[in-house]
């Protein structure tokens, strides 16, 4: 397997095979403040992360070519008030579920993290469903703690 940053020609696999259903998981779990788009559901861009250089998509690809998982994040810069360089945030993680405990998410969370630090960011952060018991105990295993509590409410 390899890590690999995705290409324009990516695209459609991308979509189809990762965003499709990392999309509808999301917005199976908190429909009402993750419904998508039609556009996410049939043919999401992948664009809002290639046409930036503070943004990023890795994918996971196997051997016989196949993309197995993605992460992707962005550079958060640092408010002024504070003296400190800025945070990676990885905003996407989805490994398809036959490919999950072998290893793939951590290398692509490995790869967002160099990424990062190859843009001299000192912290790497990410949010995860309150409800998402196992996504949360593979970040505590990854080696992150929880130091804030997001919160949200309708208006």
């Keep these: ?71 992707s994040g962005a550079v958060s810069p640092t408010p002024p008030i504070y003296d400190r360089p800025p945070a990676v945030y990885c905003d996407g993680l989805f490994v398809k579920p036959e490919y999950r405990r072998e290893g793939v998410a951590t290398d692509l969370l490995d790869r967002l993290v160099d990424w990062g630090r190859e843009r001299d960011c000192a912290f790497f952060s990410l949010s995860v469903h309150v409800d998402n018991e196992g996504a949360r105990e593979f970040f505590e295993e990854y080696g992150m703690a929880q130091q804030y509590h997001s919160m949200r409410m309708p208006v």
Excluded: C, H, K
């Excluded at 993750?34 to 196997?62: C, G, H, K, M």
């Design 1 to 71: 397997m390899q890590v690999r940053q995705a290409t324009p020609a990516d695209q459609p696999r991308i979509a189809q095979d990762l965003l499709v259903p990392a999309y509808e998981a999301a917005e199976d779990r908190e429909p009402e403040y993750s419904n998508l788009t039609d556009q996410a559901r049939t043919d999401p861009a992948i664009d809002y992360w290639l046409d930036d250089e503070d943004r990023v998509l890795f994918v996971a690809e196997i051997d016989d070519g196949e993309l197995v998982g993605n992460v």
